[in-house]
């Protein structure tokens, strides 16, 4: 059984907020430490998570106020409510409304492609581009509905041990990549290694590489 999707959201608030550092959350919305870490871990009786209390989920809207209170209860939305800011002059990193693995290359073989606003956070300064990224396979380093900032290389360019987006002609995916047992292919590792596997590519199969040089759930 998987993380509940309730404590995933609070997981991923706890990283932006305090980078993963239970005691620092904890202390910062007055739950105690405790009652936070066994939101992440099994109940050993029943093999099942405990929920995420109308408590905790009200100590963390008090608390953190760009926190999106319908997001953080049901899913919809982003998860702060200044998530959508955007810069619309024509200055800055350009900004593409669309989902890295769900029509990224189309996207950018496409030459009249046209940005949808950009973006001038110092985050994404050395960045060629910006999208959205879906998925947990990399969370909690880089959890879903993360905005990821893009720089194209080449893919003999790949410094093993770093996070790329990777596009093959007929998937797209974002992993750590690491030297596999042979020369010709990438060996794709995920954050979140309980949910997802490793696996191996062919280098002839990649149609493009793009490394994540920065990553927020804020634009600007």
């Known amino acids: 059984m998987s993380l509940p999707i309730e404590n995933q959201r609070l997981k991923d608030i706890m990283f932006f907020y305090a980078k993963n550092n239970i005691s620092k959350f904890s202390n910062d919305i007055g739950i105690s430490q405790p009652r936070i870490s066994r939101l992440f871990i099994k109940d050993k009786r029943n093999g099942t998570y405990p929920k995420l209390s109308f408590e905790i989920v009200q100590s963390v809207i008090n608390k953190f106020i760009d926190v999106n209170p319908e997001w953080l209860l049901t899913g919809s939305g982003s998860m702060l ?34 940005p949808d606003s950009y973006v001038t956070s110092p985050l994404f300064a050395d960045s ?91 634009l600007n």
């Open 81 to 114: 409510k200044s998530d959508t800011q955007v810069v619309v002059e024509n200055v800055g990193i350009p900004y593409f409304n669309v989902d890295f693995t769900a029509g990224f290359d189309v996207l950018f073989d496409s030459q009249s492609a046209q």
């Open 128 to 218: 060629e581009c910006v999208v959205k990224c879906s998925g947990d396979s990399m969370a909690p380093k880089i959890p879903n509905g993360c905005y990821i900032g893009l720089k194209k290389i080449d893919v003999d360019d790949i410094l093993f041990g770093e996070v790329y987006a990777i596009v093959t002609n007929n998937w797209r995916t974002i992993k750590y990549v690491r030297k596999a047992d042979k020369s010709n292919k990438l060996l794709l590792v995920p954050e979140n290694k309980v949910d997802y596997d490793e696996q191996e590519l062919l280098k002839s199969k990649v149609h493009s590489v793009w490394i994540v040089n920065a990553y927020g759930v804020r």
